[in-house]
């Protein structure tokens, strides 16, 4: 069901960086900002990223977010015990007029 | 302060319509740009986007789920009404309600509810 495409996990020990991918079409990133979002553990999704590399007030400038052409990054440096999460990236649709989301990528903190 | 809230039952039967309301402050839906939509989770799988309301009252759909889905408003309550029918076990999941700003390009859910758990079961 989901459009976008993430890699399902990745894992690295504190401190370090992890990239997590998104890949889509000309549809939805290719002509439109892409949104990452993170979900804790038995929580609502919360967001992260908007259009593209923004940060909303309160996220830490740890995460930051980039695009090209059809696919976009969210990256975590000095990783964290509490950045433990699924991460999801979203964006709109022109073809299908609605709102897509990735398949989402789990991150472990060894 | 921005809040959305979930409500609606936690157990439908196979074949039953799902009636979920989203009460909502800190906002309008009135004012430029402000939508509302519904996102649902099955247990363990990703997002799946449902249903949008937006500040003019354009609606949109999951292309998969439109002829089962109705999202409606009621402006004086501050809430948003969802809708599914024919509903099936396949459909268990934690229903949330989050508000979107949808300008141009940009459209992104800054929002979120808490999330309500629906179990389809007979």
């Known amino acids: 069901q989901s459009v976008l495409t993430q890699s399902p996990s990745v894992s690295e020990a504190p401190r370090q960086r992890v990239t997590i991918s998104c890949s889509g079409s000309?549809?939805?990133?290719?002509?439109?900002?892409v949104n990452w979002y993170q979900q804790l553990p038995g929580k609502a999704p919360k967001l992260l990223i908007y259009?593209?590399?923004l940060l909303p007030s309160g996220v830490s400038d740890r995460f930051s977010g980039s695009k090209s052409g059809t696919s976009a990054s969210l990256a975590i440096s000095g990783l964290q015990s509490e950045d433990e999460a699924d991460y999801y990236c979203?964006?709109?649709?022109?073809?299908?007029?609605?709102?897509?989301f990735g398949t989402g990528t789990k991150v472990t903190v060894l | 302060q921005v809040t959305l809230r979930e409500s609606g039952p936690a157990l439908v039967k196979p074949t039953q319509t799902l009636t979920l309301t989203c009460t909502f402050s800190?906002?309008?839906?009135?004012?430029?740009?402000?939508?509302v939509s519904w996102i649902r989770q099955s247990p363990g799988k990703a997002l799946e986007w449902l249903a949008l309301?937006?500040?003019?009252?354009?609606?949109y759909y999951s292309t998969s789920l439109k002829t089962r889905l109705t999202i409606s408003k009621d402006t004086s309550k501050n809430q948003v009404v969802l809708t599914m029918t024919n509903m099936d076990p396949v459909d268990t999941a934690t229903y949330y309600c989050?508000?979107?700003?949808?300008?141009?390009?940009?459209?992104?859910?800054?929002?979120w509810g808490q999330g309500t758990l629906v179990t389809v079961s007979s």
């Open positions: 989050a508000r979107m700003r949808k300008v141009g390009i940009t459209n992104y859910f800054d929002h």
């Open positions: 800190g906002f309008s839906l009135s004012t430029n740009n402000m939508c």
């Open positions: 309301l937006d500040w003019d009252d354009d609606k």
């Open positions: 000309s549809s939805n990133i290719g002509n439109n900002a």
């Open positions: 259009y593209d590399d």
């Open positions: 979203g964006a709109w649709d022109d073809s299908l007029n609605g709102y897509v």
